[in-house]
């Protein structure tokens, strides 16, 4: 059990956004052992996203190439759904629209729709799959959003956390501005992070070549080294969800290792299944009776330097 934000996870495991888009199966989910799930990306009205074949897999590789787009049904179904009570941590993962003339709009829009209804709030600005959407990392356009973002928050009934949800192609000196102005703007924790449009350590050419952002096994070592250099960035004091790879209770343990108070997946899952998360929370345990640790916090960050200081160059496991 781990207190974070006001919120008892009763493991640190959880669902990646994208699976459950339009909240659906957030209940299924939870009742097969994971400790939360992100619902979304959810963007302020209903979306088809890209025309098909737009998933891509490559079980040699142990990765997916998506270019879906944010396919969703919008908040206001997805509203309906949530607002079922039910047992487990549910956040929301909210996004822009394709066609949205004002971006921070809609965020702002679903700030005031989702915030009854979730968690904790994810600002995913990260997908690589909605032209331009990356660029609202920039910092001077981040801090612009989040001030907006921030304003709506305090006019909500309820508050929930908000984290923000970087991409792992973000340059290594780009990094202190961005997480400066996260910091400096009251947020309350970073997802690290969405797919990647690089294409190293991928062995199918063919794979290698469809347009998207590719998750699992390629993307464990470049999103689990900006992991430790956010953990380093903010001292360890922002909680992190390590997210990118994870296919082993080795590689869950490494995110936290590396820095992550929690963990989330999707790639290693489509691949090896439920099995995988029951794998996961034992290693974990297994790891904490070797340490000698009462808590699994305490190996929160402990190869954060070994990790931030990673070449990224050539290396895939
Ligand atoms: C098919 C697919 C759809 C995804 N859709 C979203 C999404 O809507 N919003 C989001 O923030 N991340 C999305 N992601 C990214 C995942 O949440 C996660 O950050 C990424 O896949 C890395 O984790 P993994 O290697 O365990 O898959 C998607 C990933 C996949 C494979």
Do not use: C, H
Not at 161 to 190: M, N, Y
Not at 290 to 316: F, H, Q, S, Y
């Amino acid at each position: 059990m781990q207190k974070l934000w006001g919120l008892a996870f009763s493991n640190p495991v959880g669902m990646a956004a994208g699976f459950d888009k339009s909240a659906r199966v957030f209940g299924p989910l939870l009742d097969m052992g994971l400790g939360f799930v992100e619902v979304g990306t959810l963007t302020p009205k209903p979306q088809r996203g890209n025309p098909a074949p737009r998933i891509f897999r490559s079980a040699a590789d142990g990765a997916i190439i998506n270019r879906l787009g944010f396919n969703n049904e919008g908040q206001d179904a997805a509203l309906r759904r949530l607002g079922v009570a039910g047992s487990g941590i549910v956040g929301v993962n909210i996004g822009a629209g394709r066609e949205s003339e004002d971006r921070g709009g809609d965020y702002v829009e679903g700030i005031a729709r989702m915030s009854a209804v979730a968690d904790y709030l994810t600002i995913n600005i990260s997908s690589p799959n909605t032209p331009g959407l990356r660029d609202l990392q920039v910092p001077d356009a981040l801090d612009a959003l989040l001030a907006r973002v921030g304003k709506a928050r305090g006019e909500q009934g309820k508050r929930p956390p908000l984290l923000v949800k970087l991409a792992p192609d973000i340059a290594d000196d780009d990094l202190p501005a961005i997480v400066g102005v996260i910091e400096a703007r009251g947020v309350d924790g970073i997802v690290v992070s969405n797919t990647t449009l690089a294409r190293d350590g991928v062995g199918d050419r063919a794979f290698a070549a469809e347009a998207g952002g590719l998750s699992g096994r390629p993307l464990f070592i470049r999103a689990t080294r900006m992991l430790a250099r956010i953990y380093r960035l903010t001292e360890g004091k922002l909680p992190l969800i390590g997210v990118g790879g994870i296919d082993s209770g080795e590689t869950a343990l490494a995110k936290i290792r590396a820095g992550a108070s929690l963990v989330q997946l999707y790639t290693g899952l489509v691949f090896q299944g439920p099995k995988l998360i029951g794998d996961i929370k034992q290693a974990l345990v297994k790891a904490m009776q070797e340490a000698k640790v009462e808590n699994m916090t305490t190996l929160i960050g402990r190869d954060a330097d070994r990790w931030a200081n990673r070449p990224l160059k050539g290396a895939t496991s």
